[in-house]
């Protein structure tokens, strides 16, 4: 039996308990500053397409900046909020999240959902990137060419709750093998990248036929 299937067995024998996230969150829209925005340095801001392209699962410091006075007129996300991109071209896009981790507010643009809440922050994202959500999020997702998730249906979504104990711990596991994943990556790509080098050495080699042809072309003494 795992740490987790026996901390759940003590601390829920009836099972784990499903809550609308409505019961124990809020759901704002993001807003309204624009990639035009962004300046060398300033306040953080999260842009909704970078969730899809830049950043991972979870966040402590932005890319982009925007100044004080955009800042002062956005939208924020508090530490510990997640942050969803409910807009996208396609459906596996839509509703990627990440966790806001930073020490300070930061500002969100349009096309997000800002979500508070008083569980595990790092729990929160896993699950929403989870396939059991997934059923979900196709259930509420409509539009053809742009995907949408309206962030007040999110209210209505079930979400197991287990106490904070079992949560914490199926975040320890989960981050370890998120670490793990990084560093096969790494590991891969530096593989990957020393055999771009090889065949870019021998491809060269075996085609440079340019010394033999000299050699020929050399008059005879």
Same mark, same amino acid.
């Given at each position: 039996?795992? /740490?987790?299937?026996?901390?759940? /067995?003590?601390?829920?024998?009836?099972?784990?308990?499903?809550?609308?996230?409505?019961?124990?969150?809020?759901?704002? =829209?993001?807003?309204?500053?624009?990639? /035009?925005?962004?300046?060398?340095?300033?306040? *953080?801001?999260?842009?909704?397409? $970078?969730?899809?392209?830049?950043?991972?699962?979870?966040?402590? @410091?932005?890319?982009?900046?925007?100044?004080?006075?955009?800042?002062?007129?956005? /939208?924020?996300?508090?530490?510990?909020?997640?942050?969803?991109?409910?807009?996208?071209?396609?459906? @596996?896009?839509?509703?990627?999240?990440?966790?806001?981790?930073? $020490?300070?507010?930061?500002?969100?643009?349009?096309?997000?959902?800002?979500?508070?809440?008083? $569980?595990? *922050?790092?729990?929160?994202?896993?699950?929403?990137?989870?396939?059991?959500?997934?059923?979900?999020?196709?259930?509420?997702?409509?539009?053809?060419? %742009?995907?949408?998730?309206?962030?007040?249906?999110?209210?209505?979504? =079930?979400?197991?709750?287990? *106490?904070?104990?079992? $949560?914490?711990?199926? %975040?320890? %596991?989960?981050?370890?093998?998120? @670490?793990?994943?990084?560093?096969?990556?790494?590991?891969?790509?530096? @593989?990957?990248?020393?055999? =771009?080098?090889?065949?870019?050495?021998?491809?060269?080699?075996?085609?440079?036929?340019?010394?033999?042809? =000299?050699?020929?072309?050399?008059?005879?003494?």
């Amino acid at each position: 039996m795992s /740490k987790i299937d026996e901390l759940t /067995k003590r601390l829920c024998p009836d099972g784990v308990e499903y809550r609308a996230l409505g019961e124990f969150a809020s759901v704002d =829209r993001g807003g309204s500053f624009q990639k /035009k925005d962004f300046t060398d340095e300033g306040m *953080p801001c999260i842009h909704y397409g $970078q969730i899809y392209t830049l950043y991972g699962l979870h966040v402590s @410091e932005t890319l982009t900046f925007v100044a004080p006075d955009v800042f002062s007129k956005s /939208k924020k996300a508090h530490p510990g909020d997640v942050v969803m991109a409910v807009t996208s071209e396609n459906m @596996e896009d839509v509703c990627k999240c990440i966790t806001w981790l930073g $020490q300070s507010d930061v500002a969100v643009s349009g096309h997000t959902a800002i979500i508070r809440h008083d $569980q595990n *922050p790092k729990f929160m994202t896993y699950y929403f990137r989870s396939s059991a959500f997934e059923a979900d999020k196709r259930r509420l997702a409509h539009g053809t060419k %742009v995907i949408e998730v309206t962030p007040a249906k999110l209210l209505d979504v =079930r979400i197991p709750v287990p *106490p904070m104990e079992v $949560q914490e711990e199926i %975040v320890r %596991v989960l981050d370890s093998f998120a @670490e793990l994943e990084a560093e096969l990556e790494a590991e891969l790509e530096a @593989e990957l990248e020393a055999r =771009r080098r090889q065949y870019a050495y021998y491809r060269d080699k075996l085609l440079s036929f340019e010394n033999a042809e =000299r050699e020929r072309e050399r008059p005879s003494k």
